[in-house]
């Protein structure tokens, strides 16, 4: 089963739900698909055993064969190439804007003078490890790189489903979210009960509700704020998995790069019958 741990704000606890769910469990593998800024191995302490380039497919034009007809500026959608024809004798002249491409490919299959091959640029790198019995991966995105979701679909594809997948995705509601929750078994939302954690709450379930992935919410420093986030799973029928009180011993633990279910050992049992609700509510999904 792949469980992804998703918010729709940054700050809630997501990678924390995440790192103690995936220890609680045997047989994992935890895959931390916020590039941008991973944070899972900092609590896992991974060994490191293999580290690899991550790369987007971008277009390299041979102006030997360019008529500069301009079809490769026309089919591509994302404007990452821009075609100056020749005027007065001189040569025409063709820009390529390599962080602007998503890697499509349309420009190379409808080029009529076959002028166009792609290359590899570097965008990141995967790094693959173990912690103890669990499998690790983790993408870092390079810095000043503009798109996230070729590099989060790299670290997935090292996806085992031998194994229970625990993906910690990055906060928000955007590409990068939808890149790392697709084709999850089961998504939960880490939010907190607050006017902020409500409003971003209800844009990631809009989200998940618009690619049926099924989901239920974990409330973080639960005793703080206002009831409005209950109220709401209550009103929408959404699953309410735990509650997570405020509690300064686990915000120390937090600040040391320490799991929570390593210190609190009553939390092993609550994230095992997380995990138990979780695969009820799969089940009931699939019937």
Known sequence: MIVSVASGKGGTGKTTVAVNL????????FLDCDVEEPNAHIFLK????????????????????????????LVCAYHAIAVIPGQNQATGKVLV???????????????PEHAVKEINRTIGIIEIGKCGKL?????????????????????KAHTNPAQTV??????GTSCPVIASVQASD?????????????NDLVLAVGALQKLKIPFGVIINRSDIGNNQVAQYCQENSIPLLMQIPFDKEIAVLYAQGIP?????????????HLYQQISSLVSNCKQ
């Open 186 to 198: 089961f998504c939960i939302l880490v939010t907190e009960p607050t006017p902020f954690g409500l």
């Open 46 to 73: 991974p060994n490191i055993t293999e580290q690899k380039k991550a790369y987007i497919p971008v277009p390299e034009i041979d102006q030997s064969k360019c008529n500069y007809c301009g079809k490769c500026a």
């Open 97 to 111: 804007f390599p962080h602007l491409c998503h890697g499509c490919g349309a420009c190379q299959y409808f080029c």
């Open 135 to 155: 499998d690790f991966v983790h993408g870092k995105l390079n810095v000043s790189e503009p798109m996230s979701p070729p590099l989060i679909r790299q670290v």
């Open 22 to 29: 995936a220890l609680s469990l045997n047989n994992v593998q």
């Open 166 to 171: 625990i993906i910690d995705a990055p906060p």
């Open 260 to 272: 929570l279910v390593q210190k609190k050992k009553e939390y092993l049992n609550k994230f095992e």
